[in-house]
Each structure stands twice: as structure tokens, then as C-alpha cells.
């Protein structure tokens, strides 16, 4: 059974009355946004702006303050501890309001940041970021983009490229578009990691915001592009519902 058969919706409302009033409200506000739009990244860029609206801190997934403090911080001390150092150059794929960007930044030489999202709400909310903590002087790059196929960056050019809970929010020709162009941007020994909401079940969607993969569904889309990847094992023990896999150029 999935959570998009309505007999364990039933019982999932039985178990969880409270969230059946926020959930269809939530129905009908996506439902009117999907009338509107035309594509999935218009469709999600719309939720996001409606989503950033009332919080960004919220709009990224985080439930409180301290919830964005520690969520950045778990994404960086991860990178950091698999390499990450001050002089490499990073590509960070839907940086939202830089909830871990904002740490890259600041670890990171200045420039060397390039942080890219569908929506211009977030990115508004992002420089609001880099002005509280006091980032202004680190020249981060901060760009709108309506696909993955980072047809406005040079060859080779980005030792790490991240991409936190972005792909949960993606079907899968969005994810197949940023593999068919990500290996040109990358350099040589270097890395992409990204994290995915894993089923081990039937693949699915809830509401087009929430996508649900296989791990071999995603590891063998990367082969399909010539990409090496592998499943994030130690990522596993830390305090996170995603998984992660980390691409490397073979
Ligand atoms: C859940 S938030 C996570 C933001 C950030 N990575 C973090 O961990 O705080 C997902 C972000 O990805 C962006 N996004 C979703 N789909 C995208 C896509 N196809 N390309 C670029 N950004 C995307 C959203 O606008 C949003 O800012």
C-alpha cells in the first residue's frame, strides 16, 4: 500500500485529525496553483513564493529557528568532514535562503560560491541572509534559474556541487535534466551530493511538492549519463528522513 491509496489516507486522517484541515488547505491552494501554471518549475516556483510569503525559514522545511540552525549546520559539517576545504569552488543547487549556505559562504574564500534557485522570492530572502550574518564582503553569486542544464557556466569549474532536498521536490526529468549537463561543470576529482526522500516501495508523488524514489531508480539514471554514483551509507546515521548519494565524474 502508498500514500497515494485512499485507504491509507483514511487511516493516516484517523491517526492524525489534526492535519487534516492544514492538508486540504493545502490541496486547494496547490490544486489553484497548477490551474495557473504550465510546467513543474513554474508550478513549484509558485508554491514557493506563496510558501516564502508567510516564512522562508519555513518555505525550506524547517519547523522553527533552531530547526534552519541545525539543519544548516548538519549539511556543512558533513561536507566539511568528507573535504570541503576554504579554496574549492561550490555549486549549491536550490540554496533557498541559504540555511547551510550561509556556512559554505563564510568557510568558503570569497567568491567562491555560486548558489542557484527556481525561485526569486527565496533568493530576496537569501540576501537577506548574507546581510544578517554579516557575508556581504564574501561576493557570493546568487542566481535565478528556470532549469539544470547551467548553460550560463564554464566548463569544469565547480569542485563540489550540492543539492539538499531539492530532488524530494523533483520529478524525474527535472533530476535527468541537471544529470545530462552537471558532469560538464564539474572538475575532475570532484563531487556532487544530493539528497533524495527514498520508498523502498512503490515509487510516488504527494501534491507534485513531495517525490518519493528508489535508490537504483537514481543510481542508474546517473549511469545513463556516464555519472558514477553511490548511496551515502554514513549519511544514514544522522538525524535526517532523506537519503543522499554523491556523484563523482568516472
Ligand atoms: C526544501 S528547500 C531547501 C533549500 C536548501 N537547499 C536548504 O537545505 O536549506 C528546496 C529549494 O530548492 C529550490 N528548488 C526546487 N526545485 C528546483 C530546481 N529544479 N532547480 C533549482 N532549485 C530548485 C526551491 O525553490 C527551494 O528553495
Not at 127 to 137: E, I, K, N, S, V
Amino acid at each position: 500500500m502508498t500514500r497515494t491509496d485512499p485507504i491509507h489516507q483514511i487511516r493516516y486522517a484517523v491517526r492524525h485529525p489534526n492535519r487534516i484541515v492544514p492538508h486540504f488547505r493545502r490541496l486547494a491552494r496547490d490544486t489553484w496553483l497548477r490551474l495557473r501554471t504550465t510546467d513543474h518549475v513554474s508550478y513549484y516556483r509558485a508554491v514557493m513564493k506563496s510558501d516564502t510569503a508567510r516564512n522562508p525559514e519555513a518555505a525550506v522545511g524547517s519547523k522553527s529557528h533552531d530547526r534552519w540552525l541545525a539543519l544548516g549546520k548538519m549539511q556543512f559539517d558533513y561536507l566539511v568532514g568528507h573535504g570541503l576545504r576554504p579554496d574549492h569552488r561550490m555549486l549549491e543547487i536550490g540554496c533557498g535562503n541559504l540555511r547551510a549556505g550561509r556556512l559554505f559562504i563564510d568557510y568558503l574564500d570569497a567568491g567562491g560560491y555560486y548558489g542557484l534557485d527556481i525561485s526569486p522570492d527565496i533568493l530576496i530572502a537569501a540576501q537577506h541572509t548574507l546581510a544578517q550574518y554579516g557575508l556581504r564582503d564574501k561576493l557570493p553569486h546568487l542566481t535565478p534559474v528556470r532549469d539544470l542544464k547551467f548553460e550560463f557556466l564554464p566548463d569544469a569549474s565547480f569542485d563540489v556541487v550540492h543539492a539538499h532536498s531539492v530532488f524530494s521536490h523533483s520529478p524525474l526529468h527535472v533530476i535527468e535534466e541537471c544529470f545530462a549537463h552537471v558532469g560538464r561543470v564539474m572538475r575532475p576529482g570532484g563531487w556532487f551530493d544530493f539528497t533524495f526522500d527514498r520508498t523502498e516501495g512503490r515509487e510516488h508523488q504527494v501534491l507534485r511538492e513531495d517525490f518519493y524514489y528508489r535508490t537504483e531508480t537514481l543510481l542508474d539514471l546517473a549511469a545513463k549519463h556516464g555519472l558514477a554514483a553511490r548511496f551515502m551509507e554514513d549519511w544514514e546515521k544522522l538525524p535526517h528522513k532523506q537519503s543522499k548519494i554523491r556523484i563523482t565524474l568516472p
